[in-house]
T-cell receptor, first 113, second 115 residues
């Protein structure tokens, strides 16, 4: 049972354009969401997070949107740069307790120069 | 800040041997550490959660006698893969969380290959 899903395994975007990565979840108990960037054979690097009390969080070129009613979040990267090419994972947490994360399946982003 | 290291970064071992992987939080005290494994082109799957000084909590389907976790201090957790088999070959990643923030900080991972 995949509680966090990223339905697009890959995405190609032209440099300078917007990249939109999507993530859906099924567990209504999730109240904290994160995006991580990962290169092969490396650990994930934290990008941005959002609490369920918000619907948007912005940090530089990265913006995360949360639609609780649709159980959907998205990561916008604008403008996209070749260095953004990596695998992006969304993760969800149920907040209290152990704060364990459930990761999505990942989307490989390729930014074309 | 918030640096997590893992050692070794890669290891090759023979089937039947045991392998220990260390995870250290270098500049903060980790109240909780997590162990994940990732198969090629797949997601990160949480194996277990460990709190300093207490027994680890394993996710469903993870054999606790095979994957021994010790969290002896606030800066060190170890994962020992006992009697390793080729199907245990994977990328093992640890993460650490402080008591203040929800974010987990991840180590660089350890590539285990069992021959």
């Amino acid at each position: 049972d995949q509680q966090v899903k990223q339905n697009s395994p890959s995405l190609s975007v032209q440099e300078g354009r917007i990249s939109i990565l999507n993530c859906d979840y099924t567990n209504s108990m999730f109240d904290y969401f994160l995006w991580y960037k990962k290169y092969p054979a490396e650990g994930p690097t934290f990008l941005i997070s959002i609490s369920s009390i918000k619907d948007k969080n912005e940090d530089g070129r990265f913006t995360v949107f949360l639609n609780k009613s649709a159980k959907h979040l998205s990561l916008h990267i604008v403008p996209s740069q070749p260095g953004d090419s990596a695998v992006y994972f969304c993760a969800a947490s149920a907040g209290t307790g152990t704060y364990k994360y459930i990761f999505g399946t990942g989307t490989r982003l390729k930014v074309l120069a | 800040g918030a640096v997590v290291s893992q050692h070794p970064s890669w290891v090759i071992c023979k089937s039947g041997t045991s392998v220990k992987i260390e995870c250290r939080s270098l500049d903060f005290q980790a109240t909780t550490m997590f162990w994940y494994r990732q198969f090629p082109k797949q997601s990160l799957m949480l194996m277990a959660t460990s709190n300093e000084g207490s027994k680890a909590t394993y996710e469903q389907g993870v054999e606790k006698d095979k994957f021994l976790i010790n969290h002896a201090s606030l800066t060190l957790s170890t994962l020992t893969v006992t009697s390793a088999h080729p199907e245990d070959s994977s990328f093992y990643i640890c993460s650490a969380r402080t008591g203040t923030y929800n974010e987990q900080f991840f180590g660089p991972g350890t590539r285990l290959t069992v021959l």
